[in-house]
């Protein structure tokens, strides 16, 4: 779930709202939680069913079941590459909206079924609420809705992407510092370099102390490190494998 990039003065929206995914018909779309509840974004929805965005926001704007129910916002939706106004419609107004659209204007043969199953889904539910007092999603009424279930599902799905990152971040680290032993000798690495390939912290402060000890020793020998240009520091020390590892092994982690 990411943060909210900025809210609009006198939207009647937190600073602390943020921003989440849910699936339409196939689509990402996004919705804003806050201390109200949730808000769709009518404007996407919209180019999803590829409808015009800005004559249904009129379209909403006109009718008394929106009044209270509409805000604006200035958000970075997932996709874009900056922060927009945004035009948002309460879940509650979400079910009287959607059903008041005329599909025949979606042209996609499978958007316009799904959003002709809401609607009818929605008439539906309003004659149960009407004459029986109640409705119930047969859907959801199939399955348990515990909401430990919810939390569970997600923890995987954090821990997943946390292992995906580090995945990456380790090929990353791999890479970067085949790269670095490339550019400079054969069998001799920077301190950055072999930390990384060594799977060894890459604080400045614990290379610092590990090519302070890497150098020690050279001293010990009667050595002194090779030099190589580094495009961030202009000039970096490279030691000799046999070196850093005995270095390594001098110093706590």
Same mark, same amino acid.
């Given at each position: 779930m990411s943060k909210v990039l900025g809210i609009a003065p006198g939207s009647g929206l937190q600073s602390d709202s943020s921003l989440s995914i849910f699936d339409f018909h196939g689509h990402q779309a996004a919705v804003l939680a806050n201390e109200r509840g949730h808000w769709v974004f009518p404007g996407q929805l919209s180019n999803f069913m590829g409808i015009d965005g800005n004559a249904q926001r009129n379209r909403i704007d006109r009718k008394h079941w929106s009044q209270g129910w509409t805000s604006m916002t200035n958000v970075q939706l997932p996709g874009d590459v900056q922060a927009r106004d945004h035009f948002l419609l309460h879940q509650r107004r979400l079910a009287t909206w959607l059903g008041s659209i005329d599909t025949a204007r979606i042209k996609d043969p499978? &958007?316009?079924?799904?959003?002709? $199953?809401?609607?009818?889904? !929605?008439?539906?539910?309003?004659?149960?609420?009407?004459?029986?007092?109640a409705?119930?999603?047969p859907r959801l009424a199939q399955r348990p809705t515990d909401d430990l279930d919810v939390v569970e599902g997600m923890v995987r799905a954090i821990r997943a992407d946390r292992q995906r990152i580090a995945a990456i971040e380790q090929a990353h680290?791999? &890479?970067?510092?085949?790269?670095a032993a490339i550019e400079g000798r054969h069998d001799e690495f920077t301190a950055l370099g072999y930390a990384k390939l060594n799977d060894l912290p890459?604080?400045?402060?614990?290379? $610092?102390?590990?090519? *302070? %000890?890497?150098? =020690?020793? *050279? %001293? =010990? $020998?009667?050595?002194?490190?090779?030099?190589? $240009?580094?495009? &961030? !520091?202009?000039e970096v020390n490279v030691y000799p494998v046999s070196v850093l590892a005995r270095a390594a092994a001098d110093l706590p982690r």
């Open positions: 499978a &958007t316009r079924s799904e959003v002709e $199953q809401h609607q009818t889904e !929605f008439a539906d539910a309003l004659a149960d609420y009407l004459t029986k007092g409705a119930i999603n680290a791999i &890479t970067a510092a085949k790269v890459t604080g400045r402060n614990y290379l $610092q102390r590990l090519g *302070m %000890r890497a150098s =020690a020793l *050279m %001293r =010990a $020998q009667g050595r002194t490190p090779h030099r190589r $240009q580094d495009a &961030t !520091f202009g």
